[in-house]
């Protein structure tokens, strides 16, 4: 199967720490492509959060630089974005996205919800 399912999300509070999986397949992997976490707040363009690639380089953004951990576990085709220290502003469907090539496959996403 071709799909990504994202899971591990949920309300927390202002400091607190949440760990998000991706879970794709075997037939995503075989692709070799970039890792991506995205986010999309209300009223807002979705915006790349963090990407990893097959050699398990990470790249951030600088609003989660030093916050946020991005891995991926190419033996079990999932990724991880490790989150601490969150902030209201962390408030976002949080997507995980992998680059096919030709196409970008996208999960559903999942909701995070930072409280002050």
């Known amino acids: 199967q071709v799909q990504l399912v994202e899971s591990g999300g949920g309300w927390v509070q202002a400091g607190g720490s949440l760990r998000l999986s991706c879970a794709g397949s075997r037939a995503v992997f075989s692709y070799k492509g970039d890792m991506e976490w995205y986010r999309q707040a209300p009223g807002k363009e979705r915006e790349l959060v963090a990407s990893?690639?097959?050699?398990?380089?990470?790249k951030y953004s600088d609003a989660v630089k030093g916050r946020f951990t991005i891995s991926r576990d190419n033996d079990n085709f999932t990724v991880y974005l490790q989150m601490n220290n969150l902030k209201p502003g962390d408030t976002a469907v949080h997507y995980c996205k992998a680059d096919l090539g030709s196409i970008n496959l996208w999960g559903q996403g999942t909701q995070v919800t930072v409280s002050s």
């Open positions: 990893v690639n097959n050699n398990h380089i990470p």
